[in-house]
């Protein structure tokens, strides 16, 4: 069936440094790809998506290319500050409108 | 602008109660999600919407019924709370798309419910 898999948190940074968050997914078919982030106390809200093969997805900052051969979609910033700790999500969108989640990463940047 | 609005925030409640948590969304969008969110398990999908009249089941759905009345809301009941039932829950919606082939649009977020029964 469908699934996600990213690595596990949490991920300690410092200030500057470069991020990479790992996804992998097991897919049927033709799906979208996402990231979400999820600020302390608040609801999951989009990052940046890729809809097919070879596509980067960008925004603030982060990329993801859509990874076909490896089934990967991994997160990455040159620099990070410490207003992007926070949780990131990675997601398979399926036909049907679903989406299915990973379990998250927890990001703390330290300054 | 459109949102997505959940009440209440907090909730605290007692084993057995019925409990219901709304959701409001002004998107416009036919879809609409519950998910729970605990430690360890990410998001899990509890029931779903494709529209008006239309209910689905989740992964996680027993314990929890929804009613779609209007686009708009999707009021999650739990019909008699456990504290197997702590949880935050989040609802969620997105468009419909008409055109053929699109796997799974963008899902906006409410700010959450955070359920704690004891």
């Known amino acids: 069936g469908n699934s996600v898999t990213q690595m596990e948190g949490p991920v300690t940074l410092s200030e500057e440094a470069f991020l990479t968050i790992n996804c992998t997914y097991t897919?049927?078919?033709?799906?979208?790809l996402f990231w979400y982030v999820q600020y302390p106390g608040e609801g999951l809200q989009l990052l940046l998506k890729?809809?097919?093969?070879?596509d980067k997805g960008s925004n603030k900052g982060f990329e993801a290319t859509y990874r076909k051969e490896t089934t990967s979609f991994h997160l990455e910033k040159g620099s990070v500050q410490v207003s992007d700790s926070a949780v990131y999500f990675c997601?398979?969108?399926?036909?049907?409108?679903?989406?299915?989640f990973g379990a998250g990463t927890r990001l703390f940047v330290k300054a | 602008d459109a949102e997505i609005t959940q009440s209440p925030r907090h909730k605290i409640t007692e084993t057995g109660r019925q409990v219901t948590l709304a959701c409001h969304q002004t998107?416009?969008?036919?879809?609409m999600f519950w998910y729970r969110q605990d430690l360890g398990h990410g998001l899990r999908l509890i029931h779903y919407?494709?529209?008006?009249?239309?209910?689905n089941k989740g992964e996680v759905s027993d314990g929890y019924s929804v009613s779609r009345s209007n686009t708009e809301d999707l009021p999650l009941t739990l019909e008699s709370a456990a504290s197997s039932q702590t949880s935050v829950y989040f609802c969620?919606?997105?468009?419909?798309?008409?055109?053929?082939?699109?796997?799974?649009?963008?899902?906006?977020f409410g700010p959450g419910t955070r359920l704690t029964v004891l």
């Open positions: 969620a919606s997105s468009e419909r798309r008409l055109t053929s082939g699109t796997a799974g649009d963008t899902q906006y």
């Open positions: 897919a049927t078919g033709y799906p979208s």
């Open positions: 890729a809809t097919k093969a070879d």
């Open positions: 997601a398979l969108g399926t036909g049907g409108f679903k989406t299915i």
């Open positions: 998107w416009n969008h036919n879809n």
């Open positions: 919407s494709y529209g008006v009249q239309d209910t």
